[in-house]
Nanobody, 124 residues
Framework: QVRVAESGGGLVQPGGSLGLSCAAS????????MGWFRRAPGKEREFVAA????????YYADSVKGRFTISRDNAKNTVYLQMNSLKPEDTAVYYC?????????????????WGQGTQVTVSS
């Protein structure tokens, strides 16, 4: 079993940057693909980015491609999401998730363990 907890959310101006972290517990962290999802007010949870267990493969939603970067450090049991050029429409609660899948996955159904989420607000 893996437990994950997000941190790093906050308020940022449009065009700014913010970094999120997701710390995981469990000795098998390196076996899990990791993903970031988000839920904006009144909307469904949507895929943001994912990374394979090794970190060798990544996958992004079109809406964040070129602006967000996902990475992981298996020695630290941590996955990161660096968000640049933030827009007001990026405002959401961001969730980290872990799943035993072969590669980076974009569906919520591929993930077994979820964090509580961290709020990101992009506003002037």
């Amino acid at each position: 079993q893996v437990r994950v907890a997000e941190s790093g959310g906050g308020l940022v101006q449009p065009g700014g940057s913010l970094g999120l972290s997701c710390a995981a517990s469990g000795r098998t962290f390196s076996s899990y693909a990791m993903g970031w999802f988000r839920r904006a007010p009144g909307k469904e949870r949507e895929f943001v980015a994912a990374i394979s267990w090794s970190g060798g493969n990544t996958y992004y939603a079109d809406s964040v491609k070129g602006r967000f970067t996902i990475s992981r450090d298996n020695a630290k049991n941590t996955v990161y999401l660096q968000m640049n050029s933030l827009k007001p429409e990026d405002t959401a609660v961001y969730y980290c998730a872990a799943g035993l899948v072969a590669g980076p996955a974009g569906s919520v159904h591929e993930y077994d363990y979820w964090g509580q989420g961290t709020q990101v607000t992009v506003s002037s």
